[in-house]
């Protein structure tokens, strides 16, 4: 098993869903707060410039993720979220029917493995990445 975090990726990626907490920033929103990691930001400008979509499928309460990510200048760089206490795996299917997208063409990254694994039993060929296993950077 490879240690590369983007082995997962074997398709043309055109979405790439973000959960937030201890995934895109550290910490938890609802609770200690969150710290910002600048090599997450950068990733998903340039995702974004080489016409890569970003979503995010978050457990949040929306409007105070909403304000976290005003504040980090990056809001309007995401399509469809999802930001609800409410299971991932549906909510990622239907963004992906949606968006008229192939489950095969889309990445999700979360730190927590029940919800990968939730993902893609609704979504059987979604690639994946365990963002638990350290930060998210490209080889």
């Known amino acids: 098993m490879s240690n590369d975090p983007f082995s997962a990726i074997v ?6 869903v973000w959960d937030l907490d201890e995934t895109f920033w550290g910490g938890t929103l609802s609770e200690e707060g ?7 930001i950068a990733i998903i400008r340039e995702l974004v410039d080489r016409g890569i979509m970003c979503s995010i499928c978050s457990k949040n309460d929306f409007a105070p993720a909403q304000a976290a990510l005003e504040k980090l200048g990056i809001w309007e760089l995401f399509v469809f979220p999802h930001i609800a206490w409410s299971p991932k795996g549906q909510a990622i299917a239907q963004m992906i029917d949606e968006m008229g997208l192939r489950d095969e063409n889309v990445l999700f990254l ?9 993902a893609v039993f609704f979504s059987p060929r ?3 990445v365990d ?5 998210l950077r490209s080889a």
């Open 11 to 16: 398709a043309q990626v055109k979405l790439v």
């Open 34 to 40: 969150i710290q910002p990691i600048a090599e997450n």
């Open 131 to 135: 963002a638990s296993k350290g930060p």
């Open 110 to 118: 979360d730190d927590n493995h029940l919800n990968l694994e939730e």
């Open 126 to 128: 979604l690639m994946t």
